[in-house]
């Protein structure tokens, strides 16, 4: 596989196109002629391409909701086999996302995007994975589904060789995005500003105390989940990260597992005047995960998975 490269390939512009998969990958935008990622877990997927090749893909212009590796009939586009998060590729744009590395996204002409090239295939610029998770598709088997944001088009080009002797300052990176709505912060004040998984209160300058609200189910596109307080945890940072990136399993009656091990780790805390809505639970299990809690963490009673 071609060495990676994040960020904007020097000499090629947002916008330029090119006629074939053959071109793209002499000029070094997407390397691979048949894959649509080019990623492994150990470095990162620094370019995909997005051409109608899965019947789950969402194409919204500056949001891509996209369909991962694996089990794809390509004379159809219909999944006949399950997807996972141990592909090279998957795992490669997960890597991504945890690092925040950008992903140069390219679009190829198929008519079920208005967003496409009228032919051929056209560079989009730099986009930032900012979540993924693992549902069912429409053939009823399991795909990991990425959310992709579009960055700035002044974001810088290539960055360093990560393997060079020579120091550099890397690019700018993406950030997991803490979403603050008065919503968040009626939770996060509900709950002292303590952790509900460990109940750590991280104290900070000013006699204040620091901590994150977390949807439970996500909001936007595909998800929708609502910004209320229904839909939001108070958590550490650490905690919040586990969450967020499928480390951890929250059941509906608030056992929290982690799903490696399928260990319970506790419940989750509570206080009366903060009303949880168990159906984002059972939502985020079943659309998230892409399994039940007994599937990914055998160790759980059955109690906890109902």
Same mark, same amino acid.
């Given at each position: 596989m071609a060495k990676k490269r994040f960020g904007h390939i020097d000499g090629v512009s947002v916008g330029q196109e090119f006629e074939s998969r053959a071109a793209l990958a002499a000029a070094g935008v997407h390397p691979p002629t048949m894959p649509g990622i080019h990623g492994t877990k150990?470095?990162?997927a620094d370019s995909i391409v997005? *051409? /109608?090749?899965?019947? &789950?893909d969402v194409d919204l212009g500056d949001v891509i909701? %996209?369909?991962?590796?694996?089990?794809? &009939? *390509?004379n159809t586009g219909r999944q006949v086999a399950d997807q996972s998060l141990e592909h090279p590729n998957n795992a490669g744009l997960v890597t991504s996302q945890l690092a925040g590395l950008p992903v140069r996204v390219s679009r190829g002409r198929h008519r079920g995007s208005a967003h496409a090239p009228a032919a051929g295939y056209r560079y989009e610029g730099l986009f930032a994975v900012v979540d993924h998770w693992?549902?069912?598709? =429409? &053939? /009823? %088997?399991?795909?990991? =589904?990425?959310r992709?944001?579009?960055l700035s088009d002044g974001a810088p080009a290539e960055g360093p060789d990560p393997h060079s002797d020579t120091p550099a300052y890397a690019t700018t990176t993406v950030t997991r995005r803490i979403r603050d709505s008065a919503a968040a912060r009626w939770v996060k004040e509900a709950h002292g500003h303590a952790c509900q998984i460990c109940g750590v209160v991280i104290p900070v300058d000013g006699g204040r105390n620091y901590a994150e609200g977390a $949807?439970? =189910?996500?909001?936007g596109v595909p998800h929708d989940g609502p910004d209320d307080t229904g839909n939001l945890l108070c958590l550490c940072p650490n905690h919040h990260a586990q969450f967020d $990136?499928?480390?951890l399993a929250i059941t509906p009656d608030f056992d929290v597992v982690e799903r490696g091990s399928g260990r319970s780790i506790g419940r989750l805390r509570t206080v009366p005047r903060h009303r949880i809505g168990v159906e984002h639970f059972e939502y985020r299990l079943a659309h998230m995960h892409g399994r039940t809690v007994q599937e990914s963490a055998p160790g759980v009673s059955a109690s906890a998975a109902r």
């Open positions: 150990k470095d990162g997005v *051409s /109608g090749g899965y019947v &789950d909701i %996209y369909t991962g590796a694996g089990g794809n &009939d *390509s693992v549902d069912v598709g =429409r &053939d /009823g %088997y399991k795909i990991v =589904r990425f992709l944001e579009k $949807h439970i =189910r996500p909001l $990136h499928g480390g």
